[in-house]
């Protein structure tokens, strides 16, 4: 049984960063396709940033590109999500979603097997 532990939710001011940070852990084999995707209230789960098992693809919705910067530590499963120059209309419930499948970068959330439970992150003005 595959779970994902984030962290790394909160609130900050506009311009402030934050650092999301989610772990796989259940399944010892291979190395998986990581992303994160974001919810607000009313809207369907949107793309946010990905990164393929190797590290070296990665990709970003057009509205973070520049301010967030994905990386993972394949070691221990672990993906992060650095958010810098954060802005209100950040403000999501932030999950991070796994693969062992082979997808391509920005492929939709559907392409995903594993979710976590999600991590609020609150940007005020």
């Known amino acids: 049984q595959v779970q994902l532990a984030e962290s790394g939710g909160g609130l900050v001011q506009a311009g402030g960063s934050l650092r999301l940070s989610c772990a796989a852990s259940g399944r010892t084999l291979g190395t998986p396709h990581m992303g994160w995707f974001r919810r607000t209230s009313g809207k369907e789960r949107e793309f946010v940033a990905d990164i393929n098992w190797s590290g070296s693809s990665t990709a970003y919705a057009d509205s973070v590109k520049g301010r967030f910067t994905i990386s993972r530590d394949n070691g221990v499963n672990t993906v992060n999500l650095q958010m810098n120059s954060l802005k209100p209309e950040d403000t999501a419930v932030y999950y991070c979603?796994?693969?062992?499948?082979?997808?391509?970068?920005?492929?939709?959330?559907?392409?995903?097997?594993?979710w976590g439970q999600g991590t609020q992150v609150t940007v005020s003005s």
């Open positions: 979603a796994v693969t062992w499948k082979l997808i391509a970068n920005g492929a939709p959330a559907t392409r995903y097997d594993y």
